[in-house]
DNA sequence: GTCATAATCTTGAATGAGTCAAGAAAACGG
DNA sequence: CCGTTTTCTTGACTCATTCAAGATTATGAC
């Protein structure tokens, strides 16, 4: 599990102050993968209580522009942000519960990466999200 | 072309009541493919101005659920709307402008649809986003 | 260690896409 | 043409996110 100086020295890396909320932040995105930025500042808040709603929401944009996490936000629902970074890994989405999981690319490193016809564009990602439910939604029990 | 009465006819056979602001919506997403809301209701109001925007938002939504049309929301921006439904397309993304292409997908009709590790859910819709520049973004002309 | 400087954080207000709610109007089956 | 049900209008409201100004803090140089 990642520590402390772990993150600081992810921020270093990337030329960036190593400030407590910075720190806290990616902590609390590596602890919470996938989490909405409500849930962000609540865990932020266990360990410096007194944070500012704006320093996370700038920590996370600021880390986000640094590729230290990345920010993603499925149709209709709220922005989230995940600490893995780097491994082109895609989403699976619950239609029913919205709950959100990994998927490792099925072909290689840096998959799905040429539309047949790209119109033009230089493109330098692709994002994939896979719709569907959940396990426990897709076996629905009256009780 | 797509006329008033394609419109009509694609709202009947959705069992959806044929009305002005829907037949208006339905005409204004298929004229303006990736359009966002405002867009969308100015579009609306050019045909018959006295639209309200709750009007075009429930149309929307109601045409959405109907399949007729699709819902895109890449990071950041706001909720765009495309009338070309049912064929598996995907999308390029411009970084820099904005601007959304369409884009064919690669393999077959409904492709990528299998992730290497699908976690127990039930997938029925590969969403893919290409990103990158647009080729008048990828372009930079200093004038 | 101390200082200066620039980046970052706090506080509090503002923005704006989207939603909610109640009554008026329109669509459709009979 | 009528009644029922859905849809539309109007107008207020929500709430994630952003903006702005001043106070703090991190960092490199001395």
Redesign the pocket.
């Known amino acids: 599990m990642a520590t402390t100086s772990d993150f600081e020295r992810m ?2 890396s990337a030329a ?7 720190v806290a932040v990616l902590g609390a995105v590596d602890a919470h993968p996938h989490a ?3 849930t962000i500042i609540a865990a932020v808040r266990r360990h ?1 209580p ?6 996370v ?3 996370l ?2 880390l986000t522009e640094a590729g230290l996490v990345r920010r993603i936000q499925p149709n ?1 629902s ?2 989230r942000y995940e600490a893995r970074v780097g491994d082109n890994h895609h989403h699976v989405v619950c239609r029913s519960c919205g709950a959100i999981a990994d998927a490792d690319c099925a072909v290689g490193a840096a998959p799905c990466l040429t539309a047949s016809d790209d119109r033009g564009y230089s493109i330098d990602e692709a994002e994939v999200i896979y719709w569907g439910l959940c396990p426990d939604c897709s076996t629905p029990r009256d009780s």
């Open positions: 921020l270093r960036l102050r190593v400030t407590r909320p910075r909405d930025t409500d410096l007194k944070v500012s709603h704006q320093a929401y700038d920590s944009h600021t209709g709220l922005a």
